[in-house]
Structure formats: C-alpha cells, structure tokens
C-alpha cells in the first residue's frame, strides 16, 4: 500500500494515522522513543505491507506489471491500489470528503516532533504542496508521482509509463483493488499488534 491506504487504514486515530505514515521511514523494531499510538502505527504499517505483498490478488498484478516495472512491479501496485482508492473515496469513506481527509493529514502536529523521521520531515512540503493524497485520482496527479518515483530510481526501470499501463487495462486492475481491499479492510480491522 502507499501512502493513502495506509492513513485510511489508521483514520480513527491521528497518532496511529501519523505512525502509519511513517512506517516506512522508521527502522528497526525500537519503537520506544516513539509515542505509544505512533508506535502501534508503524507495527500496523508493516503487517498491511506483509499482508499487502503477499496476498494472491497483489501478486496476480506484480506478475503483469513486471515484464515493463521490473523489481518496481510492487510498487506499481501499491500506487494504482492508491488511485482506486481516491477514485472511489465516498464508497469508503462517506462522512469526510478526500480533500477534508487529505488537509487534515497534512495539518496534523506531529511532522516537527523530535521523533519524526528526517525523510518524513523532508517529504513533508512536498506532499502538502503538491497535494499528494488527492493527486493519486487524476491521471496528471499520477503522472507526476511515477515521473518522480523514476527519476529516483535513477530510470531502473521505466515507471513513468506507469499510467499508460493502468489505462491500457483499467478495468482489470479495478477488478482486482475491488476484490482486494476490502479483504485488507478485514484484516486491518481484526489484526492484534
């Protein structure tokens, strides 16, 4: 999952929402500097990427995504889940808008806590700026995110394409969040940390 499902995932607690977040940017399995909420939402960030990365509709999509993503296939995936989920926002979350969700994450207190991780913080304007969460539904949005994931990679991988892929088989790929996200629903809802 990328970003956006992972704060959906944790929207019932800002700490927990800011924790999941941050998973990614968080090493090791020291969590005691890290506020306890926070804390239960990197654990919560790492079991939906284990559940995510091996759960059979995921590695359906990898499997066609790799002849262009190479080893980045996953990641492909992670951002496309992302682009479903904004497309169909209010069939998940009815009482708050993307956009009211998305301005709320980016306001949250914690991006200067002394226990934010230093990407996290670096990423921070960025992701405000540009509006990340909301950007994930448009196709310029996403454009941007997999021309920028490319240029990191230092073109490994021709990722940037990326949107051309998920058009050229748009139903299918839809198909597959539909059938997969509610199952990670499930098992975000009954997952013991």
């Known amino acids: 999952m ?3 499902a992972h704060i959906y995932l944790s929207r019932h607690d800002d700490e927990e929402m800011f924790g999941n977040f941050i998973g990614d940017f968080v090493k090791g399995r020291d969590f ?16 939906i990427d284990e559940f995510t990365d091996h759960h059979h509709v995921t590695q359906k999509m990898k499997v066609k995504l790799q002849p262009m993503a190479g080893r980045y296939a996953l990641v492909v995936v992670d951002i496309f889940y992302d682009h479903f989920l904004a497309k169909k ?20 207190p914690y991006w200067q806590s002394s226990w934010t991780p230093d990407k996290a913080m670096n990423i921070y304007p960025f992701l405000k700026q540009y509006d990340w969460l909301n950007a ?26 990326a949107v051309n892929w998920l058009k050229k088989d748009y139903f299918y790929y839809e198909e597959c969040f539909e059938d997969f996200f509610p199952q990670l629903i499930d098992f975000t809802s009954n997952v013991k940390l």
């Open 2 to 4: 990328n970003y956006l």
């Open 32 to 47: 005691n500097y890290l506020p306890k909420k926070v804390a239960r939402g990197v654990q919560l960030h790492r079991r």
């Open 89 to 108: 926002w209010n069939h998940f979350h009815k009482n708050v808008g993307l956009q009211d969700f998305a301005n709320h994450f980016y306001d949250l």
């Open 136 to 161: 994930y539904q448009h196709d310029e949005g996403l454009t941007k995110v997999f021309g920028g994931m490319e240029r990191r990679i230092n073109f490994r991988s021709p990722i940037g394409n």
